[in-house]
């Protein structure tokens, strides 16, 4: 098969710290679990439970309070002890219920209840999945009935991509989620074309060093009312990006003949969870994770409860070698710093690492050397030293080409002086936009 990737820029690497592919370790339960009311990409979900009151495994406690916001759940029986806030390293604000484990489980442990959806009308699963909390798992955390709402409304044929493209090593959660839950995932995407109404063919979009993978992503897809096709994509990052994904399916689809329509790009937990939430009735209770670094003593993939301390999980997995230089939640391209080990595990956590120094992100800044290194890799194809220098200069000041960079990161991955160069243009964009 013909393999389709992105035309310029990008980069391939390898982290030997990362953790084995090969299969998930179950996490220990936590005795304290954290449950933040924001774990999507709007406001806080308005609290429905409060300090004193019994929860259940799976009970509602926070209700989605506008656009963006999704319902949130306990994921243990207990009793709320108190309310917290903090500010994450990026200055954003959070609330958050703590639950002290105490009572019985309703689902873990027990025999799944399975029920029927194939005589469910869109509308119907739309309201599951929001009644459930479900949120694009692999992103900023948008609700899903709400992207469901905007594609079910275009005037073309819709596509479903499932994207299982694995251009970066830490993305291994997904990729042992894929290989464990195969059929939550396929069946999961049969769902969702249900839901989107118009969707005409179903793409499963594969690393191309994954082929097995997506020849049974196909073969589990063949009996299925809609019609399923495998695109092998390359594996350079950033492959799974929605512009350089998309490119590559429209490259596909005018080689092949086939129109594709409008693209609804869903990561393999999302398709998941959509699974559990529709079929078994279950709010997003567990996370896979990526749990590595060069301080983490024993690297794993990690099935985690939402609401676990960060500090627990690392203990899981034998502590520290020693005092980590950098840790943060996600990709060491582009994670996000952590500052406080008592925050939670999330639904969109699927990475989690800490590092002792050398990786990406984790060296001293220093001067610019015009090497010229950031522009032979950027896939929009800018120069992220000139923006750079130029932002320095007049931060308030019009600087073209920042509205094209989508933040992959690749520039300051490359970069031998270290400097925040995509981290600086994107925070650019992002006044302009509030401007």
């Known amino acids: 098969m013909k393999v389709y990737s992105f035309p310029r820029g990008g980069l391939s690497f390898e982290d030997p710290t990362v953790p084995p592919k090969s299969s998930s370790v179950v996490a220990f339960l936590p005795p304290l679990s954290v449950i933040p009311l924001i774990q999507h990409s709007g406001g806080r979900a308005h609290p429905v439970a409060g300090v004193g009151d019994l929860v259940k495994e799976g009970m509602l406690v926070g209700r989605a309070s506008g656009p963006g916001s999704a319902n949130v759940h306990a994921t ?18 959070n609330d958050a219920l703590v639950i002290r484990m105490e009572g019985g489980f309703e689902r873990l442990g027990k025999r799944e209840e399975i029920f029927p959806w194939t005589s469910l009308g869109t509308y119907d699963i739309q309201r599951i999945i929001a009644e459930h909390g479900v949120v694009e798992m692999e992103g900023s955390g948008r609700p899903l009935a709400e992207m469901i709402s905007v594609f079910r409304n275009a005037p073309e044929p819709l596509s479903l991509v499932v994207r299982c493209v694995f251009d970066d090593p830490w993305l291994a959660a997904d990729y042992v989620l894929c290989r464990e839950r195969l059929k939550a995932v396929v069946e999961g995407s049969f769902i969702m074309a249900r839901a989107g109404g118009r969707v005409s063919c179903i793409v499963f979009a594969v690393s191309h060093e994954e082929r097995e993978l997506g020849e049974a992503l196909l073969a589990e897809a063949g009996q299925g009312e809609i019609p399923a096709v495998l695109v092998l994509a390359g594996s350079r990052y950033p492959q799974r990006n929605q512009r350089e994904l998309e490119m590559v399916l429209r490259n596909y689809g005018k080689k092949e003949g086939v129109e594709l329509g409008s693209l609804l790009i869903l990561g393999p ?16 209770l567990d996370r896979y994770v990526a749990v590595g670094g060069s301080a983490v003593r024993t690297p794993q993939v990690m099935k985690v409860r939402i609401g676990t301390r960060i500090r627990e999980v690392f203990a899981e997995c034998g502590g520290f070698v020693d005092n980590p230089k950098r840790i943060a939640l996600g990709s060491p391209l582009l994670g996000r710093p952590v500052t406080n080990l008592d925050e939670p595990v999330i639904k969109t956590s699927y990475a989690l690492f800490a590092i002792l120094g050398g990786q990406a992100g984790g060296q001293t800044e220093r001067n610019c050397i015009s090497c010229g290194e950031c522009r032979g890799v950027c896939p929009v194809g800018l120069d992220p030293e000139e923006l750079y220098k130029k932002i320095l200069v007049s931060p308030d000041g019009e600087t073209g080409g920042v509205p094209e960079c989508h933040g992959c990161g690749c520039c300051e991955v490359v970069c031998p002086s270290c400097l925040p160069l995509s981290e600086l243009i994107l925070g650019k964009a992002r006044r302009r936009q509030n401007a």
């Not at 937990?269 to 997003?284: M, R």
């Open 269 to 284: 937990a999302t398709l998941a969870a959509v699974h559990d939430a529709v079929k078994l009735k279950k709010p997003i």
């Open 76 to 93: 243990v029986p207990g009793r709320i002890i108190r309310m917290v806030s903090w500010k994450n390293s990026e200055g954003f604000s």
